[in-house]
């Protein structure tokens, strides 16, 4: 019985959530590796699987690699995709573990034995295992290939390797940084090899953070005003802009928050975070959630869907990912003739969000609790730089009296009455100056009274 592509992908998909990979992964797999199979599918044979086709594909897949259309990793990651949805219909179970066959690196088998070794003495998962084990054979073939057995690695042996890799190997430089600390860590311990260097204090140099600059108050209003409000389409992506300006809630959030989330008498809203699986609870700004009712109550589609937000064509599915809401701002921010900025997206409504509360001068936890944060560290990139509140951070010296030394009242620099001095003198007169103590300065106000 013929099998359509559609199930075989929703099959492997769920097997791949089972298996515990990460939800941001299996989305992404989805969105970049399945949909261009499925339109490839119907394209070809009306949307049925097809062994020879999926062969095909891949085929063609290569063909684009080859001629420089995407990158190594991506053209991995279509190959890794085909082996799952093949292994899935063949078995019925995804196969997940890693091929050993294709590995790149391949050590001697001593050195082979010696990373499991390792290996065994972490508490790591198997996923970062796998990318360590691949970092570690790497080493290993590079002092195979220059000669070197184990007894022989020094400190210069790590370092020539860091230096080669740090060209080659530069997005995969933190595991590698990991697997360097553990191999001269046991050479050390377990086998009294004279490894001096501690390899853990090792960093990587992080290019700048980039800042994307959020929407102010006054462009918001501008996107508002432009909506055509009489309209259901009008009428929902008021709302959501309104959503999400007012909570600073994921796009993600927004999309699947059911009607049942809403609290209308308590004026709150309380939710799940799709990102960090955790509860969050938000209070709604009464315009807000007039413009929620207004649209749920005038504008929303009857359906049995129990998301808020729905398309406002047929058939009336709840909007997808952050993508549809991405459109959304754009498409009224061009209306409203602001100017598009680089990365700044819908995305950017969750940090105008956290740059308006820390105007207002809310604390950070605060903030932090209200974004949904778990670590405090996380808003840092939400947060624009205030130069009016940084000023307030400045200390005064008005309180600190000088009682001597070259800035008291009571010293009078020997070079008043000169009318014109040459640099060289300066500096020469300067080293007689009496150096400053500041033991004999008290503190009395100030941040270090």
């Not at 990793?73 to 066959?101: M, Q, W, Y």
């Not at 599915?317 to 997206?345: F, Q, W």
């Not at 060289?424 to 004999?440: T, V």
Request: hydrophobic share 35%; with cysteine; aromatic share 10%.
């Amino acid at each position: 019985m013929s099998k359509k592509i559609v199930n075989v992908i929703d099959g492997m998909i769920q097997q791949m959530k089972d298996h515990g990979i990460h939800e941001s992964t299996v989305n992404q797999y989805y969105r970049g590796f399945c949909k261009p199979l499925i339109r490839f599918f119907n394209e070809r044979n009306g949307g049925i699987y097809s062994s020879s086709l999926l062969v095909e594909y891949q085929e063609s897949a290569s063909q684009r690699f080859e001629a420089g259309h995407f990158k190594k990793r991506h053209f991995n990651s279509i190959k890794r995709c085909i082996r799952l949805l093949v292994t899935f219909v063949e078995t019925g179970h995804a196969d997940f573990s890693h091929p050993k066959e294709h590995k790149k690196y391949k050590p001697l088998d001593e050195n082979l034995k010696l990373i499991e070794q390792i290996l065994a003495k972490t508490t790591y998962k198997s996923g970062f295992k796998y990318r360590l084990h691949c970092c570690m054979r790497h080493f290993f073939c590079f002092i195979e290939h220059v000669g070197l057995t184990v007894d022989d690695i020094s400190d210069s042996t790590f370092f020539e390797f860091l230096d080669i890799v740090s060209e080659t190997n530069k997005g995969s430089m933190n595991y590698i940084l990991i697997a360097i600390k553990l191999i001269s860590n046991f050479l050390r311990i377990e086998r009294k090899i004279s490894i001096k260097s501690d390899f853990s204090k090792l960093r990587l140099k992080y290019p700048s953070q980039r800042l994307i600059s959020p929407y102010t108050e006054e462009e918001i209003k501008r996107v508002l005003s432009v909506i055509d409000n009489t309209s259901a389409i009008g009428k929902r992506d008021t709302a959501i802009i309104m959503l999400a300006f007012d909570t600073g809630l994921r796009a993600i959030d927004i999309t699947r928050l059911c009607l049942g989330d809403i609290d209308w008498l308590s004026g709150e809203i309380h939710i799940v975070q799709s990102k960090t699986k955790r509860p969050l609870s938000l209070p709604l700004h009464a315009s807000v959630m007039n413009a929620v009712a207004d649209y749920i109550l005038e504008a929303r589609p009857k359906s049995t869907s129990k998301e808020v937000f729905l398309r406002t064509l047929s058939p009336y599915r709840p909007l997808k990912g952050a993508t549809a809401l991405d459109g959304i701002i754009e498409k009224y921010g061009k209306c409203a003739g602001i100017m598009k900025k680089p990365y700044r997206s819908f995305h950017s409504l969750r940090r105008a969000f956290a740059t308006e509360l820390s105007a207002a001068e809310v604390p950070l936890p605060i903030i932090s609790q209200m974004l949904g944060h778990t670590c405090i560290n996380s808003d840092y990139p939400y947060l624009s730089y205030n130069k009016q509140q940084i000023s307030q951070c400045t200390i005064g010296f008005e309180k600190i009296p000088i009682i001597s030394g070259f800035y008291s009242d009571s010293f009078v620099p020997p070079l008043k009455n000169r009318s014109t001095i040459t640099l060289e003198q300066l500096k020469a007169e300067i080293k007689k100056l009496p150096a400053m103590d500041f033991r004999e300065i008290p503190l009395e106000g100030g941040a270090y009274a």
